[in-house]
């Protein structure tokens, strides 16, 4: 118990100008969108992490709080972080509230292995999205609330989202993620 103690102590020092990221901040399907290509095909050749890697797009507000965490991990200040940089990251985003398991249920989702060594900015956003968007489902804040629906586009995009992918020869762990969103 101490140990998460002493983590919160740390997070607070290291962040304690900035009212903004003082504790975890609140889930929504709406600081990103999730789209699907013109030719469902290409998802053929994707994996899942290339897949929110390629068709996230993630609103400036939260592009900006993913940057800081990516800043705030990357220890050798290369532009790119690792596994257990990446682990840290997400556990630091939302101020230690989920836990080691729930990281690596996210990271399995998106099918990220041991060859994937190292994640840039870019990808490290599209994680932190993802996160963002599995940690709502699987908190089933999902209610019918007219305000937290997703955005037009996407609901475009994912309307019929079964119909589309037939004659699609999509991994499994694609389509799993696909369901999350």
Not at 60 to 85: A, C, P, V
Request: include cysteine; charge should be neutral.
């Amino acid at each position: 118990m101490g140990s998460l103690e002493e983590e919160e102590t740390k997070r607070v020092k290291s962040d304690s100008g900035k009212a903004w990221l003082q504790g975890p901040h609140s889930l929504s399907r709406r600081s990103c969108r999730f789209e699907l290509p013109m030719d469902m095909l290409d998802l053929e050749l994707l994996s899942p992490l290339q897949y929110v890697s390629q068709f996230c797009r993630v609103h400036g507000r939260r592009r900006t709080l993913f940057r800081h965490y990516f800043t705030k991990n990357d220890r050798d200040r290369d532009g790119s972080i690792n596994k257990r940089e990446l682990q840290n990251a997400l556990r630091d985003l939302y101020a230690q509230s989920i836990n080691t398991e729930q990281v690596n249920a996210i990271l399995d989702l998106l099918d990220v292995d041991k060859s994937v060594r190292t994640f840039d900015l870019d990808v490290f956003t599209a994680v932190a999205a993802f996160s963002e968007r599995y940690l709502y489902h699987y908190y089933s804040l999902a209610v019918q609330d007219q305000s937290e629906r997703r955005m037009v586009l996407e609901e475009t995009d994912f309307c019929a989202l079964r119909w589309k992918l037939e004659g699609c020869k999509i991994s499994e762990k694609l389509k799993n993620l696909l369901d999350v969103l």
